[in-house]
């Protein structure tokens, strides 16, 4: 049996979720890859590697992810450096150059992207969407309820209730979502201060306003094409902006249960 060390991970996704993920495993020392879509649409972008797709490298809490072609030498180098690679792979082919021992589904579609239980050794599957012991090995429960991290080896996640993660009280209150279909613009930047009812984006010709006073902990790319009801822009009432690079205590606990998911399979006494 390999050592846990050299045991590989791929992840579909790079958003928040799948981040946290990445970097708790990468952090355990498992060679971790993520695959991405070629315009990634991330708001939490201050913690989502995804960013590495459009700037080459991003930084979370002291690790990086480099973008680098499809390319399992490419991939092995990144792994050398102590960096994680990413790759732009919207059908995960790369999963049949690396063979990982580990494949997790991070996208958070609430819906199975077409991963199998037997595209690797170990599949997991994050949230709705998915059901142990038929679609994956085992699914990890993502809803900020009592069962947040669970570990889930038969049935499905709790379904998605599409309430954000509450700050101080508020939680639909200080988001943003597209109001129409089209191009999303601003002129902001995460980490801003805004006052309520200042806008702070918009989609085609309609003004985004924000819904309170605080700072703009997360907030969509300028120029990307959004869906309507799309999730734009998270505005925090705590006006510290340090925390929109810190990864939050959800997706902490998300990735904790990732982690003993791949303990319970690979860590096995002699």
Not at 110 to 116: A, D, G, I, S
Not at 158 to 178: C, D
Request: net charge positive.
């Amino acid at each position: 049996m390999k050592k846990l060390s050299e045991l590989i991970v791929l992840i579909k996704g790079g958003g928040e979720v799948a981040s946290s993920v990445a970097h708790r495993l990468h952090c355990n020392h498992l060679r971790v890859c993520l695959t991405e879509i070629t315009d990634p649409l991330a708001v939490s972008r201050g913690t989502s590697f995804c960013e590495a797709v459009f700037d080459g490298k991003k930084t979370i809490e002291g690790v990086t992810a480099e973008l680098v072609v499809l390319s399992r030498k490419q991939i092995h180098r990144v792994w050398q450096d102590g960096n994680i690679p990413i790759v732009v792979d919207p059908e995960t082919s790369i999963k049949e150059k690396l063979k990982p021992d580990v494949l997790i589904d991070a996208v958070m579609a609430k819906l199975n992207t077409q991963v199998k239980i037997n595209d690797a050794p170990l599949v997991i599957g994050l949230g709705p969407g998915f059901y142990a012991d038929r679609d994956v090995d085992i699914v990890v429960e993502t809803n900020h309820s009592n069962n947040l991290g669970r570990i889930i080896t038969a049935g499905k996640a709790e379904e998605n209730t599409g309430i954000p993660i509450a700050i101080n009280g508020l939680a639909q209150e200080r988001v943003i979502w597209a109001p129409r279909t089209g191009i999303f613009t601003t002129n902001r930047k995460i980490g801003d201060r805004v006052d309520a009812n200042q806008i702070v984006g918009r989609v085609e010709n309609r003004p985004l306003k924000a819904p309170i006073s605080g700072m703009l902990r997360g907030l969509l790319r300028s120029g990307v094409e959004v869906t309507k009801n799309a999730k734009l822009i998270e505005v925090d009432p705590i006006n510290d902006r340090a925390v929109c690079y810190l990864i939050r205590d959800k997706m902490r606990t998300i990735s904790g249960g990732v982690l003993e998911a791949i303990m319970r399979k690979f860590n096995i006494a002699v």
